[in-house]
């Protein structure tokens, strides 16, 4: 009886070695498990006091240079998501912008598959590059929305996918005390999703004051995330 237990055992540890050996080794399987256990990056993990002011653009060249002006001059940094064909039709502002000290990161549609995402990155990439002189490494999901196998591509690609821990665009407070409500809300390591609008711009400096009494300042997503190489 003993014996048939012992056989037994042996045959269900030879199978488990099995797998474990296929899915180390198999590329298909190991595809698999990446589809699993990919996610977007939800808050900053560089233990540096600031903070990701992150912004989805869509809107023309024009606003997006006012904007960026506007927020130079309060203080602060911004991270613009725009897309691979917006990166493509504006060059110019986008070499402006990162030239104002923000930076230029992509976002898209989170749901294509794994080839689609792959294509799209590729000349989102290339896009962002010849205009500011840097691949962008972060990828936003349109309205937050992925699928497993987009977000693979995007990390194969070299990109770190991100979410946020804060959106502030439906926010109703104005002037002054949106500005605090932001900082007050704020920690360190924070990926705040801000809106494009005059209201923001308008609260720049004080947003800026306000996070620096609580020793923060605003820097680039891609600071306040580990980028593996």
Not at 77 to 83: L, W
Not at 95 to 119: I, R
């Amino acid at each position: 009886m003993r014996k048939k237990s012992f056989l037994r055992q042996c045959a269900v540890n030879l199978a488990l070695a099995f797998i474990i050996l296929f899915i180390t080794t198999d590329p298909s399987a190991q595809s698999i498990i990446a589809r699993i256990s990919t996610s977007p990056t939800f808050r900053g993990d560089v233990p540096l006091p600031g903070v990701g002011l992150m912004c989805q653009f869509e809107g023309e060249a024009d606003e997006l240079l006012s904007f960026g002006s506007a927020c130079k001059e309060g203080g602060l940094t911004i991270t613009f998501f725009v897309s691979a064909g917006f990166a493509e039709r504006n060059q110019e502002a986008l070499y402006t912008v990162g030239n104002q000290g923000h930076s230029v990161e992509l976002y898209g549609n989170g749901n294509l598959s794994y080839e689609e995402m792959e294509a799209y990155l590729e000349q989102g990439k290339h896009n962002v590059a010849q205009a500011t002189g840097r691949e962008p490494v972060l990828f936003l999901p349109l309205r937050g929305e992925y699928s497993r196998g987009a977000m693979a591509a995007a990390q194969r690609m070299g990109m770190v996918p991100v979410l946020w821990s804060m959106d502030v665009r439906d926010s109703e407070a104005i002037h002054e005390e949106y500005a605090q409500e932001i900082a007050e809300r704020s920690q360190s390591g924070e990926l705040i999703l801000i809106p494009q609008d005059l209201r923001f711009e308008a609260s720049a400096e004080q947003i800026a004051q306000y996070l620096k009494a609580r020793q923060l300042e605003t820097l680039p997503a891609s600071s306040l995330i580990r980028i593996a190489n």
